[in-house]
């Protein structure tokens, strides 16, 4: 379980905004928010493998899988 008071910020930032962003400008629910999610087009370790992808400036269209 989260603490509650980081439920709320998480809650204020999406529906008000914060950190010089406006927010996604919805009513956020925490039930929607519990719900399990398949992510299937990013992950971290996508975004680890573009940042070492332009570390060594290897930037054009790819397909990366892993197993």
């Given amino acids: 379980m989260l603490p509650e008071d980081y439920v709320e910020r998480v809650k204020e930032i999406h529906e008000s905004g914060g950190y010089q962003s406006r ?38 269209p790819s397909f990366l899988y892993n197993s």
């Fill in 23 to 60: 927010g996604y400008g919805y009513d956020w629910k925490r039930e929607e928010a519990n719900k399990n999610l398949l992510r299937i087009h990013t992950t971290a370790v996508s975004s680890r493998m573009l940042y070492a992808l332009a570390q060594v400036q290897m930037i054009h």
